[in-house]
């Protein structure tokens, strides 16, 4: 008898003992990893002399950012711990007896794995990033005293329309810029017309304004000196102020970040970076169907539940490493953004998919032995 939505009783059955051990699991995780960020941090709350009411908001806004890194891996460690109690109690035989094959299993998991994806990225995105908007907040105002006043951004430069504008520093959260050089381009040749240099630079929504000004005619050679002058660049540095700052740059939420993107990248500024955390934030969510893939293969091989927890973990380590390196590869122009960020879905993914069709898809293992014997007679 099935359900106004369509979903069996094997499959309601699974979907509770799943949502059960799920919720022990992350109620363990994250204690832990609370208990763990208290001891680290609770030092530094005490001399900065805050009360125990934003010590305690700040631990309480953390706890989506903590639920939001932790479900990944604790959708992993349940479905081991799931499919080791049906394999030990053997529901499993009993099930593959009456005619439940592996491959719907396969199946199952995988539809289900895709909703928890989509409620991942969803959670993430508005309560994970609420909250490590605000802890950081606190981190750095309330605690490190670190403000967006104190930042400098050396080196700077863009393109805006028919400007292109260097700058020695940059204070974002000051709208200021010191030792300004902006070379103007004629808009039908791009041929170069003059160049000025300032001595600052201040910054607002309808231009800069550039004080202690020298330009340079490159047509005819005449140099100007001016008290100051204005220039219809439309460039906001507030900006340029994410890509500074990596821990506020990851922390936007995907329409912002899309935003910031185009921006940046219209102003001719490198943008591999972003892309790769956009991409980053889609393939971290949907990592956890790559979990579901890793968790039904570990129970091909075995079916001891401690055993598959360990192995889980060593699992997850693996599939995070190829992740970060990934990442840094894609951020450092190695890699184009979409492949870097989802190199370890698919490479974990991908080996996993290859178990489960050998072991689901007899299939598969013709097709496999074939090719395999080609490849011996091409080589003999």
């Not at 699991?25 to 960020?37: E, F, K, N, P, R």
């Not at 806004?61 to 460690?77: R, T, Y």
């Not at 960020?341 to 293992?365: D, E, I, K, T, Y």
Request: proline share 2%.
């Amino acid at each position: 008898m099935r359900s106004l939505l369509g979903i069996g009783v094997l499959s309601r059955y699974l979907i509770r003992q799943n949502v059960y051990l799920m919720s022990i699991c992350l109620a363990v995780g994250t204690c832990i990893y609370l208990l763990s960020d208290v001891f680290d941090r609770l030092d530094d709350f005490i001399r900065a002399g805050l009360g125990a009411e934003t010590i305690l908001f700040y631990f309480f806004v953390k706890i989506p950012l903590i639920v939001s890194q932790l479900m990944p891996a604790i959708f992993l460690i349940a479905m081991v711990i799931q499919l080791g109690v049906l394999t030990r109690s053997k529901e499993m035989l009993a099930l593959r007896a009456g005619g439940v094959s592996f491959a719907w299993f396969i199946r199952f998991f995988l539809i289900y794995a895709l909703f928890w994806s989509g409620g991942q990225l969803v959670f993430s995105q508005f309560l994970g990033v609420f909250g490590e908007v605000e802890a950081n907040r606190i981190w750095k105002e309330d605690v490190r005293k670190k403000q967006l006043d104190e930042l400098t951004i050396r080196n700077l430069w863009f393109r805006d329309g028919p400007f292109i504008v260097l700058a020695d520093t940059a204070h974002p959260g000051k709208s200021r810029a010191n030792n300004v050089t902006v070379y103007e381009f004629a808009t039908d040749s791009q041929e170069l017309i003059r160049i000025l240099t300032a001595k600052k630079a201040l910054i607002d929504d309808h231009g800069w304004g550039l004080l202690d000004v020298h330009e340079l005619d490159t047509r005819t050679f005449v140099s100007v000196t001016r008290l100051s002058q204005f220039l219809s660049v439309r460039q906001n540095l507030k900006a340029y102020a994410a890509v500074e700052l990596k821990g506020d740059k990851a922390q936007l939420p995907l329409f912002e970040l899309s935003q910031a993107i185009e921006k940046l990248e219209e102003s001719g500024s490198n943008v591999e970076i972003l892309r790769t955390v956009w991409h980053g934030k889609w393939s971290y969510a949907f990592s956890i169907v790559c979990m579901a893939l890793m968790a039904l293969t570990l129970v091909t091989f075995s079916e001891n539940v401690y055993a598959n927890i360990g192995l889980s973990l060593i699992l997850i380590f693996t599939q995070y490493g190829i992740h970060v390196v990934g990442a840094t590869a894609g951020e450092k122009g190695v890699l184009p953004p979409f492949l870097a960020a989802w190199m370890g879905n698919l490479v974990m993914g991908g080996l996993a998919s290859l178990r489960l069709a050998w072991v689901a898809m007899p299939g598969f293992q013709a097709i496999l032995k074939e090719w395999l014997v080609g490849l011996r007679l091409a080589r003999a």
